[in-house]
């Protein structure tokens, strides 16, 4: 981290939505993502369905850390274990997890990173992270490669949402009263970034799951 993003301080968006925008610079954003491609190689991204339906996800995804979350006919759930190769998940690259250190206010360290991409079509309706069994972690949320529309409401699906830009290094925290807040992402901004070589957006969403000791 330079002297420069040390001194900058989030938007405050709403109570407990912090958005430190920039928070990576391009160079780490770079390295971030040769390590996700190692990440990719062992544990390749796969097509998640939904619940029941069995309806296939626009967003591709794979994991790293402890615990991945996954989505299937069964149910969303986290494991240990990706639900293709039946390998266990890489471990969370070190540079995000010192992130998490020092924007997550949470004394315990991630236990999952779920890896997130979208092609120019893909998109994500509004949702809550609500399958892990604590709260008090907050959820943070890397943003590399194309912008996207992001949306975010609050915690009823009724209450009234709002949407603005992530772009690529910006750094989005959900915590306390915004913890459970709806969000999601209406559309990719394609072209907007050259980080990735192919364009695409990816999201990394790192996530406490159980309870910390
Ligand atoms: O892609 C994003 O910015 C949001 C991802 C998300 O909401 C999730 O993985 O639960």
């Not at 070190?94 to 992130?99: A, G």
């Not at 975010?152 to 699906?157: F, N, Q």
Request: glycine share 8%.
């Amino acid at each position: 981290m330079s002297a420069d993003q040390e001194m900058r301080s989030p938007l405050e968006i709403s109570e407990g939505v912090r958005l430190f925008r920039d928070r990576l610079e391009r160079a780490e954003q770079s390295a971030l993502v040769a390590e996700l491609r190692e990440v990719a190689r062992r544990a390749p991204f796969y097509t998640p369905a939904m619940p029941r339906s069995g309806r296939p996800f626009s967003v591709r995804m794979t994991n790293c850390g402890p615990l991945g979350w996954v989505s299937d006919r069964a149910g969303y759930r986290y494991q240990p274990t990706h639900p293709e190769t039946g390998w266990p998940w890489p471990a969370i690259p070190p540079r995000l997890l010192d992130l998490w250190d020092e924007v997550s206010g949470y004394p315990h360290p991630p236990e999952a990173c779920l890896v997130n991409f979208y092609d120019a079509e893909a998109k994500m309706g509004l949702h809550q992270d609500r399958d892990e069994a604590d709260f008090a972690a907050p959820l943070v949320s890397i943003s590399l490669g194309d912008s996207c529309r992001f949306r975010l409401g609050g915690v009823e699906r009724t209450d009234r949402t709002r949407s603005f830009v992530l772009a690529s290094g910006d750094v989005l925290v959900l915590a306390g009263p915004a913890r459970l807040a709806f969000h999601g992402v209406d559309r990719i901004l394609s072209g907007t970034s050259t980080l990735l070589a192919g364009g695409g957006r990816i999201n990394l969403t790192l996530r406490r799951v159980t309870k910390a000791g």
